[in-house]
């Protein structure tokens, strides 16, 4: 399904509260369906994007309007890559290696020379330790979870500890995690416990954890098969003390997400997941 019809369902949804046709009565699916919807908005009769910097701080929530119209979206793209004009600010204050192949391909002709010399934007290169969650670490989890989870066995990695890896380096191995709308719960309490099956305790607690937070909203999310989302990571990171991080694809290309527990000291132990298709979670445990 392509962005267009995506966001024509959810702003159906946002004026009718009708659910699209393929959502059907799927109790799981109508609440995936309303969890992205609560991403938007209508506003002076356009649909907007919520976007909230710090959830913390309601006066920083801005409301972006969604292009949905093809032609727009290029055009702001265009603008992007070569500046609002052609003057040589406009290409200085935006212009990086390949720009004049994005705005026009077959061109010829020399581009505007800046005023500023762009030499290029180039990825920056992280280096991060594989330091998988250790047996230790697990059973204080689970004994400080008020033996809501029960230690089972070292959900342990195959691959090297303290290996280096970029954040750009795919993930060699992984244990496959059930795919029921469970997964990334499923996946944390392998993580955690050494057992997948655990994974309602883990939803609970997580639940429990947000909820103390009057700003979200966990209903839905307590129910059975409703995906996990960015916020139940963060909130995993949190409340478990331990690094989440996600192999997920950013854009055009795939790179590691790591989300840490605020404001505490520098963590090693971490939870590995692979983000697959952008829908199923499975537990990274070689890189």
Same mark, same amino acid.
Request: charged content about 25%.
């Given at each position: 399904m392509? =962005? ?8 159906? =949804? ?12 799927? #109790? ?11 991403a938007? +908005?209508?506003q ?13 701080d309601i ?10 119209d093809?032609q727009?979206?290029?055009?702001i793209e $265009?603008?992007s890559?070569?500046?609002s ?7 200085a204050?935006?212009g990086?290696?390949?720009r004049?192949?994005v ?11 800046? *005023? ?5 934007v ?14 230790v +670490?697990q ?5 400080n979870s %008020?033996?809501?989870l029960?230690? #089972?066995k070292?959900?342990g990695p195959s691959g ?5 890896? #970029?954040? +750009?380096?795919?993930?060699?191995a992984?244990k496959?995690?059930? %795919?029921?709308?469970?997964?990334f719960?499923?996946s944390?309490?392998?993580?955690i +416990? ?7 305790v883990?939803r609970? $607690?997580?639940c429990d =954890?947000?909820?103390?937070n009057e700003n979200?909203?966990?209903?839905s /999310? ?5 995906w996990g989302t960015t916020t139940e ?5 949190? /409340?478990?003390q331990v690094?989440?991080?996600v192999?997920?694809k950013? %854009?055009s290309? @795939?790179?590691?997400?790591? @989300?840490s527990?605020?404001?505490?000291k520098i963590i090693?132990?971490s939870?590995?997941l692979?983000?697959?298709a952008?829908n199923?979670?499975n537990?990274? *445990?070689?890189v």
């Open positions: 392509d =962005f267009n019809t995506e966001m024509d369902e959810v702003e159906e =949804f946002l004026r009718s509260k009708k659910y699209p046709v393929h959502i059907g009565n799927n #109790k799981g699916k109508k609440a995936n369906f309303r969890r992205k919807c609560q938007f +908005t209508i002076d009769d356009f649909l907007k994007y919520v976007h909230k910097p710090n959830r913390k006066t920083e929530v801005r409301f972006l309007r969604v292009i949905k093809r727009y979206q290029l055009d $265009l603008a890559h070569r500046g004009g052609y003057s040589d600010e406009s290409v204050l935006v990086h290696v390949g004049e192949k705005v026009d391909p077959s061109s010829s002709s020399d581009p505007p020379s800046p *005023i500023v010399q762009i030499i290029g180039q990825q920056q290169e992280i280096i991060y330790k594989f330091n998988p969650i250790t047996v +670490t059973r204080a989890i689970c004994n %008020g033996g809501r029960i230690f #089972k070292k959900s090297k500890i303290n290996k280096t890896f #970029k954040n +750009t380096s795919e993930p060699l992984v496959v995690i059930k %795919g029921d709308g469970n997964c719960f499923r944390t309490a392998f993580a +416990t050494g057992e997948e099956d655990q994974h309602p883990v609970s $607690l997580i =954890f947000l909820s103390t979200i909203q966990v209903d /999310m307590r129910d059975d098969k409703v990571i963060i909130a995993a990171a949190n /409340m478990f690094n989440v991080c192999w997920a950013f %854009g290309i @795939h790179t590691w997400h790591i @989300h527990p605020k404001g505490s090693k132990d939870v590995y692979e983000n697959n952008g199923h979670f537990v990274v *445990i070689r």
